[in-house]
């Protein structure tokens, strides 16, 4: 029985394209946060709910804060080579762009930005259907036969 633990082959090398497929969401979160800080009229108006009173911007501040938040947890076991909490940390996130794509529609129909936030949902779907298939691969390789 082989019991141990091949950590090389347990992570996503930086020159595999499932990495930066998977890292291009993270980081664009944090991104998209630090405008959500910086700029929250513009930040807002894209995401398709301007926000033009001053006494709504801690609002979008909040909402900065939870993306870099976000983003940055995701990237860290990402970086640190975790594949299999990754994978969970990436399925999971799946649920805000849609739910950010259900206020859109709620507050603008079937408005520009809510493909947006669907198309990013359904990315990530189909990025944690390949962590998935690697993960079980990995998984697949350490089992004895």
């Known amino acids: 029985m082989n019991t141990t633990t091949n950590t090389e082959s347990s992570t996503l090398k930086k020159n595999s394209p499932l990495f930066w497929f998977t890292f291009l969401i993270p980081a664009a979160i944090i991104a998209i946060g630090i405008n959500f800080i910086l700029n929250p009229v513009g930040a807002s108006t ?21 993306d870099i938040f976000s983003g940055l947890v995701v990237l860290t076991f990402l970086l640190r080579g975790d594949l299999r909490i990754t994978l969970t940390l990436f399925a999971l996130a799946i649920l805000i762009p849609i739910g950010d794509g ?39 390789e350490r089992t004895p036969t």
């Open 102 to 140: 259900l206020v859109i529609l709620r507050h603008l129909g079937f408005a520009p930005p809510i493909f947006i936030q669907w198309g990013t949902a359904l990315y990530m779907m189909i990025v944690t259907a390949f962590l998935a298939k690697k993960v079980k691969s990995l998984h697949t």
């Open 46 to 66: 894209a995401y398709g709910i301007p926000i033009h009173d001053p006494d709504a911007f801690p609002f979008m501040w909040i909402k900065g804060i939870r």
